[in-house]
């Protein structure tokens, strides 16, 4: 990958979490159960006077998903489409809940992301000079 489209990813990560993180500063959440989950809900705040094509949840997911994607390591490609199929099937079997069982779906995923750089670790001897 080059160096621009990594820098281009990480600005993208950065806004988007700078927006997550006023999300979770605002007055306007709430948690509550709902379908027996933890539901949340909140504000955007500003949100009327940003016009962007996609939605918050799809420009999170595009984020996330596109260099993974795009790598060159078949494994993080792997652990891409794993995450990929978590949002979906979150999204469509549990969307009164989506926030908590997609971290719930993270928090497994984990251990695929131990798997791998476990593995890449092991491939990777020092070298002696």
């Given at each position: 990958?080059?160096?621009?489209?990594?820098?281009?990813?990480?600005?993208?990560?950065?806004?988007?979490?700078?927006?997550?993180?006023?999300?979770?500063?605002?007055?306007?959440?709430?948690?509550?159960?709902?379908?027996?989950?933890?539901?949340?809900?909140?504000?955007?705040?500003?949100?009327?006077?940003?016009?962007?094509?996609?939605?918050?949840?799809?420009?999170?997911?595009?984020?996330?998903?596109?260099?993974?994607?795009?790598?060159?390591?078949?494994?993080?490609?792997?652990?891409?489409?794993?995450?990929?199929s978590?949002?979906?099937?979150?999204?469509?079997?549990?969307?009164?809940?989506?926030?908590?069982?997609?971290?719930?779906?993270?928090?497994?995923l984990?251990?695929?992301?131990?798997?791998?750089?476990?593995?890449?670790a092991?491939?990777?001897?020092?070298?002696?000079?």
């Amino acid at each position: 990958m080059c160096f621009s489209a990594t820098v281009s990813y990480s600005a993208t990560a950065v806004l988007v979490s700078t927006g997550l993180y006023a999300v979770h500063q605002a007055d306007g959440m709430s948690v509550s159960v709902r379908e027996n989950s933890i539901h949340y809900s909140y504000i955007v705040p500003y949100r009327s006077s940003i016009h962007l094509p996609v939605t918050p949840a799809a420009l999170y997911a595009l984020t996330l998903l596109v260099p993974l994607f795009f790598s060159s390591h078949g494994k993080v490609r792997i652990f891409g489409m794993l995450i990929a199929s978590s949002m979906t099937l979150t999204s469509v079997a549990y969307s009164a809940a989506y926030v908590s069982v997609w971290c719930f779906f993270a928090a497994l995923l984990s251990l695929h992301l131990v798997y791998m750089i476990r593995d890449f670790a092991s491939k990777t001897k020092p070298t002696k000079a």
